[in-house]
Nanobody
């Protein structure tokens, strides 16, 4: 079955960096576009970034453009989200998502605080 497992979250100071990973299994990873979403307490889940199946095209929420980079390694069945210059407003649970079939990971907590 489809499994998406996020990792790499944690506590980081404002201005710091963090890299999230999403390990995929149970399907042909290289055939699917993937996305990262996040949800902060009391807020709706929002799209952070997306990437096409081959990784050629990416898109970002305006709030993270220039600071976050989405990428994937299809040989490793893994997607990444590199986050730079983190702000406290980035604190949220970050989720890996496969739009086809609406599959979600369990999420990984990112907390940006001094």
């Amino acid at each position: 079955q489809v499994q998406l497992v996020e990792s790499g979250g944690g506590l980081v100071q404002p201005g710091g960096s963090l890299r999230l990973s999403c390990a995929a299994s149970g399907f042909t990873f290289s055939s699917y576009a993937m996305s990262w979403y996040r949800q902060a307490p009391g807020k709706e889940r929002e799209l952070v970034a997306g990437i096409t199946s081959a990784g050629c095209i990416t898109n970002y929420a305006d709030s993270v453009k220039g600071r976050f980079t989405i990428s994937r390694d299809n040989a490793k069945n893994t997607m990444y989200l590199q986050m730079y210059r983190l702000k406290p407003g980035a604190s949220a649970v970050y989720y890996c998502h496969r739009r086809a079939g609406d599959y979600w990971g369990q999420g990984t907590q990112v907390t940006v605080s001094s």
